[in-house]
DNA sequence: AGCTCATTTGGTGCTTTTGCCAAATATGCC
DNA sequence: GGCATATTTGGCAAAAGCACCAAATGAGCT
């Protein structure tokens, strides 16, 4: 019987710190936007409409779990995505939420 | 200029939950469990070696998100899993990780 | 009914997360 | 240098998450 200690222990924490990364609204908005494009963090933070300080910690811990890189141009600072596939989770999520709901009106209509 | 509110916001706040109930290590150990055959409760604590309420609070909270499912029989309750995509956030997750620590190496051997 | 096993629920203390403010840092321009 | 803009950092209070314990619920058995 499998048990949740040692290298598989490490292994799933490691896997929680990205999942992490990415469970809350706003950072998902912002690895939705910086699919499409790179984006300074003020433009980020006027779509978000936080105060800049908030979506500046927001996009340190996406960089922290690797899934945004930065770039320094002048006064600015540029962020993008690094791996596309981030973008997996989104839609798996949504194929959750989407079964769920579907399950929910088939128990209204039976 | 997008913005992070109304339907965008409700439906980012949607994958959020969604996202946030694989966020931990001891949730996803039991989703890559759930995902080979069902299991009931006492079985999935003693693997996790915790206690069985903690585990019972971690299913109920995976089951709300809609991933996993429980079927009571006689004494026991079984949880397997109702949607196998919930394993490409772990592969995706795992892609992250493993392209960041080949940036880290490449960055030591520079 | 009384007893036992399996599970859930409620409560408590502790840690983490989050968002705002103010202060610090960095860059370009005059 | 002095000033304005862009970003990060530190601090703080409110909220959420987590793990354990104890109590409550439920199901089968005698």
Redesign the pocket.
Known sequence: MRKLEGQTKRRLEAQARVI?AL??P?RLFLVEELCKEER????L?EMVG????????????LRQAGIVK?D???????YRLRMGCALDFTSCASAILEETSRRRLEAIAS
């Not at 320094?72 to 540029?78: A, H, Q």
């Open positions: 992490k469970a809350h706003t300074c963090v003020c433009e933070a936080s105060d800049m300080s908030t979506v500046s910690k927001h996009l340190a811990l930065d320094k141009r002048g006064k600015k600072v540029f």
